[in-house]
């Protein structure tokens, strides 16, 4: 009995610590205003445009691809359920 009441409590602890870590992330998460936010993703992408003119980052497939084939499954779906094509993001 001593070892399920053990078991328990760490149990007990263990939510009660990831519950303290998760609203720590999401009080650190939310301190940024959205001016901030705007400011370091348009720093990444600045960033992302210099790296790619290095000819060595450059992709080695042509810059026209063909769009992906849907996969027969996927149609399968499709046509079962009445839906639409599933987006790809």
């Known amino acids: ?3 399920s009441k053990l078991l328990g409590v ?3 602890v ?7 870590v998760l609203a720590r992330h999401e009080r650190s998460r939310r301190a940024y205003s959205a001016e901030e936010v705007r400011a370091r993703l348009q720093g ?4 992302t445009a210099s790296a790619s003119l290095d000819p060595d980052l450059a992709p080695d497939w042509p ?3 063909e769009p ?5 499954m996927e149609a399968l779906l499709s046509a079962v359920m009445r ?6 993001f």
């Open 14 to 20: 263990g939510v009660a610590a990831t519950g303290a």
């Open 10 to 12: 760490a149990g007990i």
């Open 68 to 72: 992906p084939r849907r996969h027969p």
């Open 83 to 88: 839906i639409g094509p599933l987006r790809r």
């Open 1 to 3: 009995m001593r070892l």
């Open 44 to 47: 990444r992408v600045a960033e």
């Open 63 to 65: 810059a026209e691809v």
